[in-house]
């Protein structure tokens, strides 16, 4: 059987540069079928610039891009593509945007309507101009046009940014009834909640695919954190992490503990007995998982 009967997308060694500028550099990718992909990775990793390249809107400079066994441009009819700001057209009201991208696809359908109210927009915001629009009311009408297409594969950038946690539960809910019915979604993210959804993650970095596989696979090879109630201890037990790096999470600073570091050697360099409880080991969560494969992992 070939790759690309197993996969909805196979992308190898694509390179894409703007001048001087190398924004993907021998990128890999494979996107299971029927199933949800996730690229995740920090702004400016690369990852718009290759869901463009699948989707056929840009041309890598070099490598090789396979979208459901053909090239993008072939499979164009058979995808739906979503980037970032970039769908909504803010002289339009949000009803003209939905029925001017339903004319533009051959395989369109109104199932928008559904869509828009799964999303929780108002139906009275539909008749309002797009640039009257929060962030989040924007994404839920890309959302809708977007995945009121019906198609094989959905390529959405930022899915679930400037939505609240209600609305990316519902946007959740309704990816895994589109795997259900047989299609395949990848999406790129930074949020880590967005892992919850995905049997595939990838980690971008620098313009290339630094780490992929199963998520709870992935979190499996993240080291143990340390973490940190509050501010006032970073310096003291810094020497034990990673990089000597700890991220702010909430009140707390977490950071992944070096080889053979222990917490117990940790709170032996802080005189304060009080503050030594505010020091502890955790389990790391897809948060760190983030931090780890993005900011902290060595992939020289």
């Not at 109210?117 to 989040?136: C, E, I």
């Amino acid at each position: 059987m070939r790759v690309s009967d197993a996969l909805a997308v196979s992308a190898t060694g694509v390179r894409k540069t703007f001048g001087d500028a190398v924004v993907l550099d021998d990128a890999d990718l494979r996107v299971p079928a029927n199933d949800v992909t996730l690229l995740m990775g920090p702004n400016g990793a690369g990852k718009t610039i290759l869901l463009s390249c699948l989707c056929g809107a840009l041309s890598p400079d070099d490598g090789d891009v396979e979208v459901l066994g053909r090239s993008p441009t072939e499979a164009r009819t058979d995808l739906s593509f979503m980037i970032q700001g970039g769908l909504a057209l803010p002289d339009l009201t949000g009803r003209e945007n939905l029925e001017f991208y339903a004319g533009l696809h051959p395989r369109a359908t109104d199932e928008w309507r559904d869509i828009v109210d799964w999303l929780d927009l108002d139906r009275d915001a539909l008749d309002k101009p797009v640039r009257d629009y929060s962030g989040g009311m924007t994404r839920k009408l890309e959302l809708a046009a977007t995945l009121s297409v019906d198609v094989p594969l959905y390529l959405l950038d930022e899915p679930s940014a400037e939505l609240d946690m209600t609305t990316i539960d519902r946007l959740h809910s309704y990816l895994r009834d589109l795997v259900d019915d047989g299609k395949t979604v990848v999406f790129t993210s930074h949020e880590p909640m967005d892992a919850d959804i995905a049997s595939h993650v990838a980690f971008v970095q620098h313009g290339e695919r630094v780490a992929a596989g199963d998520p709870d696979a992935l979190l499996a090879d993240v080291p143990r954190v340390l973490r940190v109630d509050g501010r006032r201890l970073v310096g003291d037990v810094s020497e034990f992490v990673r990089d000597g790096r700890l991220f702010e999470d909430g009140q707390e600073r977490r950071g992944f503990l070096q080889d053979g570091a222990t917490v117990d050697l940790a709170k032996r360099t802080i005189p304060d007995d009080s503050n030594r409880e505010k020091v502890a080991a955790a389990d790391p969560t897809y948060a760190d998982m983030f931090n780890y494969y993005t900011r902290v992992r060595s992939w020289d």
